[in-house]
């Protein structure tokens, strides 16, 4: 059984910048891709950015490309989203989640084994 327990949301303005961290426990932290997804108010839980077990490769949405980077300390157990140039539609819960990493990249939540509790961020404008 992997927990997951996100953390660093909060307020921020309109282009300012938030990190989320992830940390990870009972499992393999190594073995698995990770995932950040975010339910905007009213919405239903999309895909945010992927990262496999290495660093290596990673994928994001493109309403997020160029401005968040999800990036992992393996020695950390650890899983970080740096989200800069924040816009008030970022504003959301944001949820990490992990799979095994079978070598495919994948932004279908379905996939995804393990979710954390989930930690709001809110931008204002």
């Known amino acids: 059984q992997v927990q997951l327990v996100e953390s660093g949301g909060g307020l921020a303005q309109a282009g300012g910048s938030l990190r989320l961290s992830c940390a990870a426990s009972?499992?393999?932290?190594?073995?698995?891709?990770m995932g950040w997804f975010r339910r905007p108010p009213g919405q239903e839980r999309q895909f945010v950015a992927t990262?496999?077990?290495?660093?290596?490769?990673?994928y994001y949405a493109d309403s997020v490309k160029g401005r968040f980077t999800i990036s992992r300390d393996n020695a950390k157990n650890t899983v970080y989203l740096q989200m800069n140039s924040l816009k008030p539609e970022d504003t959301a819960v944001y949820y990490c989640?992990?799979?095994?990493?079978?070598?495919?990249?994948?932004?279908?939540?379905?996939?995804?084994?393990?979710w954390g509790q989930g930690t709001q961020v809110t931008v204002s404008s």
């Open positions: 990262i496999t077990w290495s660093g290596g490769h990673t």
């Open positions: 989640a992990s799979r095994p990493d079978i070598g495919i990249m994948s932004r279908e939540k379905r996939e995804y084994e393990y």
């Open positions: 009972g499992g393999t932290f190594s073995s698995y891709a």
